[in-house]
């Protein structure tokens, strides 16, 4: 994974929490759970980044 995509992930991360506090603080339910769900989708783009560079991690030792 590169050093672009973990930021990237991190901000949306970042950005989510950020939503989920400013609904909870304002009474907004769609907000808090748009909040929720850009941090959950950037938990997933995290982890399948991470699956891929395992694959290649794997695919690489069999090749030695």
Same mark, same amino acid.
């Given at each position: 994974?590169?050093? &672009? &995509?973990?930021?990237?992930h !991190?901000?949306?991360?970042l950005?989510?929490k950020?939503?989920?506090r /400013?609904? *909870? @603080? /304002? ?10 769900d &850009?941090?959950k !989708? @950037?938990?997933? =783009?995290?982890a399948?980044? =991470?699956? !891929?560079?395992? @694959? !290649?991690?794997?695919?690489? @030792?069999? *090749? =030695?």
């Amino acid at each position: 994974m590169g050093m &672009d &995509d973990k930021a990237s992930h !991190k901000g949306e991360d970042l950005k989510g929490k950020a939503k989920e506090r /400013t609904g *909870k @603080a /304002t009474g907004n339910k769609r907000l808090e759970g748009e909040g929720k769900d &850009d941090q959950k !989708k @950037a938990s997933m =783009k995290g982890a399948g980044e =991470k699956a !891929k560079g395992a @694959a !290649k991690d794997a695919k690489d @030792a069999f *090749k =030695k």
